[in-house]
């Protein structure tokens, strides 16, 4: 199953990042590179989550995520663990170097965010 990554304190890299001369651009696409390999590392360890699940993790200079743990139960043992342990494989290369060593909170959702509009 497909994990949604979300940023929980995008706001507040964006800013520490561009106080320490990252742009907002740099610190979105490793975001977005770093939701590409989520998804793509959660599918191949199998982890299906039942619901909603936020880990923190640290960004390393060289793009590994370290020290994941659970600060927020998906409802699943299992899931949880399986999650966290993926996470502790996670590379994303291209970290952009304000962000390292940075703790950040990842939201992983069990399906895409859809909006649905009424007619």
């Known amino acids: 199953m497909k994990a949604q990554l979300l940023m929980l304190s995008a706001a507040a890299l ?7 001369n990252a742009g907002p ?4 696409l490793y975001l ?5 390999h989520a998804d793509a590392q959660l599918a191949a360890a199998g982890v299906s ?3 909603d699940l936020a880990v923190t ?4 200079g060289d793009g590994r995520l370290s020290g994941a743990r659970v600060s927020h139960t998906s ?5 949880d663990q399986g999650a966290a342990a993926a ?3 996670l590379y994303v290369p291209d970290a952009p170097a304000e962000l390292a060593g940075r703790k950040v909170t990842l939201t992983l959702s069990p ?3 859809r909006q649905a509009k009424a007619p």
């Open 49 to 51: 989550l039942p619901g």
């Open 57 to 60: 993790v640290t960004v390393g």
């Open 75 to 79: 409802g699943s043992l299992e899931a």
């Open 14 to 20: 964006l800013a520490g990042a561009t106080a320490a």
């Open 32 to 36: 977005d590179q770093a939701k590409a």
């Open 111 to 113: 399906a895409p965010i």
């Open 25 to 28: 651009a740099e610190v979105r």
């Open 87 to 89: 996470l502790r494989r």
